[in-house]
């Protein structure tokens, strides 16, 4: 069965966005004359518009402040006749109804899918032993999917090429004579994190003349890193500098980045450096469902099983992860 357009519902944060784009990527390959669409939140259009399997970007929080018969109209205009609603959002379930979407893919776990969809997916995230990005591609089985897809594919399915370019006193920061490496402590609230002293502590191990380091982050982050800038003043801020789009590629062009779960993780993963990751292991936020996928990516995480810090936003099991073992590896395994 042809399809003339295919809308990707994913209205979520950055990472989950990125490990969203396999689906446009096997899209692409299962209906290569289909446009695929993708509907999101502002803040993630960047992304969206430099993936090349992606044929559009439709805002939803421009949608959502119309009525529900004006947003079913701007849906429906799209001419798209199919909708995979990856991120579950029902007021979204709504107008695809409302535009009369011929087909409307949900999962059976959410009760108004029953009556929004058509197409229903047994598919349930909060206990699955699978990686995010798995999940969200078993939602193409009534397209054509499979349900086996390894991570070691999904590495070569994001397809973020249309990068946008940097301006040139940006792309000059970066040293071709050393491993550029960028540290995103923050998160923003989205991951349990790694802490300042322990990044402080990373820096101060890294020898000087391999490595140039970068911090990055939002300008409200930058305040929060005044500490570790002001310790370690060979470091260059880029905290509140760039857009999205010029951050896809300004870390497209560095060697490495190191953070906890976060957007810039994915990202890093998903643009083929090396991403190196910062988890706790507790569920549902353990590497085996978040971890970064991508030819370079590795994790760091406590072996033991952990609960203590469940209710807590203060996590002893991944601050004891130590700076020393993260500067070891990255010395190992980048120039020994």
Not at 90 to 114: L, S
Not at 126 to 148: M, V
Not at 170 to 193: C, M, Q, T, V, Y
Request: net charge positive.
């Amino acid at each position: 069965m042809s399809r003339a357009a295919i809308i990707i519902s994913r209205t979520d944060a950055i990472g989950d966005v990125v490990l969203t784009l396999p689906v446009a990527g096997v899209l692409r390959s299962l209906y290569p004359a289909s446009r695929i669409l993708f509907l999101g939140r502002s803040y993630t259009k960047d992304i969206i518009a430099a993936c090349e399997h992606i044929d559009g970007f439709l805002n939803w929080d421009e949608w959502r402040a119309l009525p529900v018969g004006e947003a079913a109209r701007a849906m429906a205009a799209t001419g798209a006749d199919c909708i995979i609603h990856v991120f579950p959002d029902k007021a979204i379930a709504r107008v695809a109804k409302k535009a009369r979407i011929a087909e409307r893919i949900g999962t059976t776990n959410r009760i108004y899918h029953w009556w929004y969809c058509n197409v229903l997916v047994r598919l349930s995230r909060r206990n699955s032993p699978y990686h995010e990005a798995q999940l969200n591609l078993r939602l193409l089985a009534p397209l054509g999917g499979r349900s086996d897809y390894s991570l070691k594919e999904i590495g070569g399915l994001y397809g973020l090429t249309r990068l946008a370019p940097l301006p040139a006193e940006i792309a000059a920061l970066l040293d071709r004579g050393r491993f550029n490496l960028i540290l995103h402590p923050k998160s923003r609230g989205s991951a349990r994190e790694w802490g300042l002293e322990n990044f402080g502590r990373l820096v101060g191990l890294l020898p000087r003349e391999r490595y140039k380091v970068f911090v990055s982050g939002t300008a409200a982050e930058g305040q929060l890193l005044t500490p570790l800038l002001a310790d370690y003043p060979f470091v260059t801020d880029l905290t509140g500098r760039l857009t999205l789009g010029q951050l896809l590629t300004f870390i497209s062009k560095a060697d490495g980045l190191i953070a906890a779960s976060t957007g810039p993780l994915h990202l890093a993963a998903a643009l083929g450096i090396h991403a190196l990751g910062i988890y706790p292991p507790i569920r549902p936020m353990h590497p085996g469902r978040w971890a970064p996928v991508g030819p370079n990516a590795q994790v760091f995480v406590k072996a033991e099983y952990c609960e203590d810090c469940r209710r807590t936003e203060d996590c002893h099991c991944i601050r004891e992860i130590k700076p020393e073992v993260v500067e070891g590896n990255l010395e190992n395994n980048l120039f020994l």
